[in-house]
């Protein structure tokens, strides 16, 4: 499958991978800083954004919507940052096509399954009542039982088109939520590693990397360093955007 690009600034390439329920345009900041100096490349993974719908979110079939894209838009090899789902796709893309990562960037996600807390969400966004003349303010309001934190229910709405009638999801709701066991999971191929550069960053507020995750890592990825991004959470690019930048490009002038 061919994903949606947004692309900006000129140099050597460096590819953005959202995580569940974002899209490309969650990078905007991140984007324009990186601008400066690579040609960013963020991209919809499938079911997000504006890319097509498909079943299926096994993260060896996103890695491979990944790797075609990059093929299309001419690109051989590049940085690769991934966040959260869009980590484990870039773990396995690194893991299934080393040749085409120069540098890898996990955020805030471990290479192993989850539990599957988010299984509520996707209920709540599901039951939802698309109704014409549904307001923003109501939508939220019908989300909160499931989703008590307000940034992550706008968050989540900014999927919903408020400009049909009635509003519509814009995000493939019905694949995603029957690929969720695929999403929470994680399974490398027997073997597999990858030898180049490599950073796990993680949100020091955040539960979704453990101490004891770190074998994990090493198992997969070789020569793989570790940073913990302070005052932010698992959205850290957008939580902390300045301390996550000076990781990353202290990362990638190493």
């Known amino acids: 499958m061919r994903l949606n690009v947004i692309e900006a600034g000129q140099g050597a390439p ?15 900041a991140v984007q324009k800083a990186l601008a400066t100096d690579y040609r960013v490349v963020a991209l919809d993974l499938r079911n997000h954004g504006a890319s097509p719908h498909s079943s299926g979110m096994g993260y060896a079939v996103q890695a491979a919507d990944v ?40 955020a805030d996600i471990a290479p192993r399954p989850y539990p599957p807390a988010l299984r509520a969400v996707v209920a709540a966004m599901q039951a939802l009542p698309l109704h014409a003349g549904l307001t923003r303010q109501e939508a939220d309001q019908a989300l909160r039982g499931a989703v008590p934190e307000a940034p992550i229910r706008s968050f989540l709405l900014q999927n919903l088109r408020f400009e049909t009638a009635p509003p519509s999801w814009r995000i493939g ?61 698992h959205w850290l690019h957008a939580e902390n955007p300045e301390g996550f930048l000076a990781e990353l490009q202290s990362f990638l002038s190493a």
């Open 67 to 106: 790797a075609e894209t990059l093929a299309t838009l001419g690109i051989e090899r590049a940085v690769v940052l991934g966040h959260s789902m869009g980590g484990k796709a870039a773990m396995m893309l690194a893991l299934t096509r080393p040749g085409l990562i120069e540098r890898l960037i996990i």
């Open 14 to 28: 460096l590819v953005l991978l959202h995580g569940l329920f974002g899209s490309a345009r969650n990078w905007g």
């Open 173 to 233: 709701l019905a694949e995603i939520a029957a690929a969720m066991p695929e999403i929470e999971d994680f399974a490398p191929p027997p073997g597999a590693r990858f030898e180049g550069p490599a950073l796990a960053m993680a949100g020091a507020l955040s539960p979704y990397i453990r101490t004891e995750d770190r074998a994990a890592f090493l198992a997969l990825f070789q020569r793989i360093g570790f940073a913990s991004i302070p005052r932010a959470g």
